[in-house]
Structure formats: C-alpha cells, structure tokens
C-alpha cells in the first residue's frame, strides 16, 4: 500500500497481503529455482559417452579376465550409481553447510588416516584390492579445506607467516603422503590446484613465485629419486625433439589418431585397443576415441569438456562469497587440469603422468569423485549469497531509489 511522507508516496508492503514477507533484516538469499542445467547437461552427455568408450575398451579384457564381456562395464556402472547419487545429494546440499570448521576438519583427518593407513597396509595405493585410491579423494577434499581456510583467513594471506607458511605445511603433508604411495602424478595435482587457490584467495604475487619455486624444487628433487621419473622425464624430451624416439604409450597413441583420420573407424572397432595401446580403457582412452570417432569425435570431447569447464567458471564469477568462489574456482580448476594432462599426455606435449579423463575413462575412485565435486558445482550454482533486507524495508529502499535516480547523477546510489 502507499503512504504519504514528506510530500512524496512510499510503498509499504502488507503483511496481510503477503504471507512470504516474513525474512528478517539482512536475511541471506536462499536458494533458487534451478541447477545449472547446462552444466547438468555437459555432464550427462559426457557421462553417456563415457559409458559407450568404457564399453568399447573393456569387453575384450572383459572376457579375457572374466569370461564375460560385461563384468568391467558393470563395475562401472556402478560406481557411476555411486557417482550419481553423492551428485544429487551435494546438488541439494547447501554448500554452506561445508564450511563449518568440523566438516573440512574432520573430512581432512579422514583422508590423511586413510593414506597413512595406505602406506602401512601397502595396497598399491588403493584400497579394496586396489580399486579404490585414496590420492583421488584427497584432490577433493583438499580443495575443500583450503576453501575453508583461505575463506577465513583472507585478510592474512599476504602475511608469510599467518598465510603462505601454513599452507605450504599443509599441502606439503598430503603431497608427501601421495608421494609416498608412490603416485607424483596425484601429488603435483594437488600442489598445482593448491597454488591455483591461492592464486584466486588473493596472495602476494611474490609469495606466489616463491611457492612455485619451491614446488619445481622438490619435484625436481622426486622425479630424480624416482628411476621411473627419470625415464618418462627423458622420453619426454626425446619426443619433443622427434616424435618417434617418445615412449612407446605416446608412438602407439599418434598412430591411432592417425588410424582414426577424420571420421574414425568406427566406434567398437579400433585396432589399438586390442594390441598395442597401453591401458586403452583408462590412460589410452581418448586416444581409443580419436581412432574410433575421428578428429571430429575428438573434438566433440574437448568442446563438451570446455563447455563444463566454462560453466564452472561462470558460478565462480557469479557466486557472491568467498568460500563458494573459491570452492568453485578450485573444483573446476581441478577437472580442468584432469583433462589438459590426459589429453595433453597422449598428444605428448606433456610427460607420461597417468590422469584418467574425467567422466570417460574406466575406474571407481575418479568417477565418483569427480562426480561429487560436481554436484558441489550445482549446489554453489543453486544459491545466491546477496545480502538483501527484508521486504518492507526493500519495498521502501527500492522507490527511494527510483525517486533519486530522477534528481540525481547516473553514479548515485546503489541498492
């Protein structure tokens, strides 16, 4: 309703009129209406491509290994179940609720017992007969505590002491953990998503150069320990000088692109996976992808992987408080880099690191993970961190607003 004061009609909003008009002063948004259901989308669409390559790769192994052509693509199926379901609940989760300390505290000690424990029991870095690996979880979850962190400790970062040196003690102690599996693959993922946070939270540009610094220090350092670091090391560059003394994993890839041509041979029907391609159904996958779908199949992959990517990007611009831009900002840089290594490995303008392609490639822990760090994306995507008073005082502020707006300059006031 209108009420006169001062000579000019304000709208004041009726309690009686409107039942919704009970939020109090500098209540939070809650949620909306919707995911992103283009990110929805990509993955779905990924999610069924996976399921055909994983088909694709693993009948024949299948049935060498089981005697049925359907027992790996099953265990995939579900572990995507799995997936599917940690995706729902986290979409419809307040992500929120992951801030308080308790939570990233406790999934934090969870996960470094669970590597500890790993190292003790000596699995070969996984759990459960070696299907499941811990390092996957630990991406995830050390994302989450230095969104936590960082969140809380904005106004310290650019301090060596309160900001860089904690957190390169934290990190520090999960790398080492991953490292010591051994899986430096995992290991430098997690530093590099690390840096990337701390990049995004706001950190000293000299902090930055100096935790870099270190980081290609050490990894110098472990990749020397390592006769295995050695080797795909010098691989590496021998395939950068000419492509045809690289390792065999990255020769045997080239050639089935080459196989694959324009269109592909044909999906099912590709030779490598059956002989010379190492681990066509996990590493080699997107490789199996260029011989099978061609360079268009291939590119289909990479756009929809952009498009996802994109998306993460934009609920990281669009969210309004530091925790969920930075939780974002983290997940999405993670699958990101997942898909630059994978892919990047098999064109051989990377070392040999053993990243699975997230969403496509067969294997428990990267699926479900993956999948739960993107439900986290729907959920951030699902709520709106402004600020807004109630609705009489809005109704109020709003005509105001507009009232000045006629008297005053274009830079006046914001609601």
């Excluded at 003790?120 to 989450?144: H, M």
């Excluded at 994993?249 to 324009?262: E, L, P, S």
């Excluded at 952009?306 to 530091?322: E, K, P, T």
Aim: aromatic share 10%; proline share 3%.
């Amino acid at each position: 309703m209108l009420q006169r004061f001062g000579g000019e009609f304000i709208m004041i909003a009726s309690r009686t009129s409107d039942q919704t008009v009970k939020a109090p002063q500098g209540r939070i948004k809650g949620r909306t209406t919707q995911v992103d259901w283009i990110l929805a989308m990509m993955t779905a669409i990924l999610l069924v491509f996976g399921i055909m390559m994983v088909f694709s790769t693993t009948f024949d192994l299948s049935y060498s290994w089981h005697g049925s052509r359907f027992v790996m693509l099953n265990k995939h199926l579900w572990h995507l179940l799995y997936g599917i379901v940690l995706l729902v609940c986290c979409a419809l989760l307040d992500y929120r609720n992951l801030r308080i300390p308790i939570v990233a505290i406790g999934m934090g000690i969870a996960t470094i017992t669970v590597l500890v424990l790993v190292l003790i029991i000596g699995t070969d870095r996984g759990l459960v007969a070696g299907s499941y690996q811990p390092s996957e979880l630990a991406k995830l979850v050390t994302i989450l505590y230095l969104a936590v962190w960082m969140s809380s400790k904005q106004d310290k970062l650019k301090d060596f002491w309160n900001g860089i040196a904690p957190f390169a003690i934290l990190v520090g102690i999960v790398a080492t953990l991953i490292i010591l599996q051994p899986d430096i693959s995992a290991a430098a993922t997690v530093i590099v998503i690390a840096v990337l946070m701390l990049f995004l939270a706001g950190a000293a540009i000299v902090h930055l150069a100096g935790a870099l610094l270190i980081a290609l220090s050490v990894g110098y350092l472990v990749i020397n320990f390592y006769p295995t670091g050695q080797q795909r090391i010098a691989e590496y560059l021998a395939g950068l000088r000419d492509i045809t003394e690289g390792s065999w994993h990255v020769r045997q890839a080239i050639v089935a692109f080459v196989d694959g041509g324009i269109f592909g041979v044909g999906l099912g029907k590709s030779a490598g996976k059956f002989s010379y391609l190492p681990v066509p159904h996990t590493d080699s996958v997107f490789a199996v992808i260029g011989e099978e779908l061609g360079l268009i199949g291939s590119l289909i992959v990479v756009v929809l992987f952009v498009g996802l990517c994109w998306r993460g990007v934009l609920i990281a611009v669009q969210v309004q408080d530091s925790f969920g831009k930075l939780l974002a900002g983290g997940l999405t840089g993670w699958i990101a880099m997942e898909v630059i290594v994978n892919i990047g490995v098999i064109l051989g303008v990377l070392p040999f690191a053993g990243n699975a392609l997230p969403l496509i490639s067969y294997g428990g822990s990267s699926l479900v993970v993956t999948l739960t760090g993107i439900g986290i994306l729907m959920s951030i995507s699902r709520y709106d961190l402004e600020i807004r008073p109630d609705r009489e005082s809005r109704a109020i502020i709003d005509l105001r607003w507009w009232n000045r707006r006629a008297h005053l300059p274009s830079n006046g006031s914001r609601r």
